[in-house]
């Protein structure tokens, strides 16, 4: 029933888009915000949540009637539940020179942790304080004071740490290698950083 209704508006909302903006004006975007909200019709009360995330994986993961890979089945089922959400964490980062550097080693990592790389690593642990939400992406903004611009600004690096998956009062640890700005070693400490944003799912249990 749900799939009918949600066919049935994303034909009427099309059928509309044409009407009044012509086929040559339907571009992909238009066409995205429509899927949006067809996706919302087709599951209000999941969206958004632990439940709808992982039913979307199950119905799409090997199905030959999508014909997609496993990579972008989870990609789009991330951008159709993932929200940003405001999450209080406890979190430390720190840089952390590559593998084989005399330097002490990173505060609550195993030892092999560490995959073959040969730059310095951002390394970040979080704990998720939310009883009712879980973590799966963050955004963080990072200050190195040796990290200038072409003008001799301080620059300030974006990173992203995804497919984290941090339940209520547990701790996750991820590096990020992609680095724009790699510190030498002896400097590794002389940054500031925040976590500028969040993404994750609304709890449900059935």
């Known amino acids: 029933m749900k ?3 949600g066919c049935h508006l994303n034909i009427l909302l099309l059928g509309a888009c044409i009407l009044f903006a012509g086929c040559d004006r339907l571009d992909d975007g238009l066409v995205d915000w429509f899927d949006d909200i067809v996706n919302w019709v087709r599951d209000p009360v999941y969206r958004g949540t632990n439940i709808g995330y992982l039913r979307c994986l199950k ?10 890979a496993k990579d972008v089945v989870l990609s789009r089922c991330r951008t159709i539940h993932m929200f940003k959400l405001k999450i209080p964490v406890d979190a430390w980062a720190s840089y952390h020179p590559a593998p084989g550097n005399p330097t002490e080693h990173p505060k609550g990592l195993p030892p092999d942790w560490f995959e073959p790389i040969t730059t310095p690593v ?9 009883p009712n939400k879980i973590i799966t992406a963050v955004e963080i903004q990072v200050t190195h004071f040796d990290n200038l611009d072409a003008s001799g600004k301080q620059a300030t690096e974006f990173l992203k740490a995804d497919n984290l998956w941090i339940e209520p009062f547990k701790e996750q640890v991820s590096a990020i290698a992609d680095l724009k700005f790699s510190p030498a070693d002896n400097r590794l400490k002389d940054f500031s950083w925040r976590v500028s944003s969040i993404r994750g799912l609304r709890i449900k249990v059935q």
């Open 3 to 5: 799939k009918s209704v």
């Open 122 to 130: 951002f390394v970040i642990r979080m704990t998720n304080k939310s």
């Open 59 to 68: 119905e799409n993961e090997d199905n030959p009637n999508v014909g997609l």
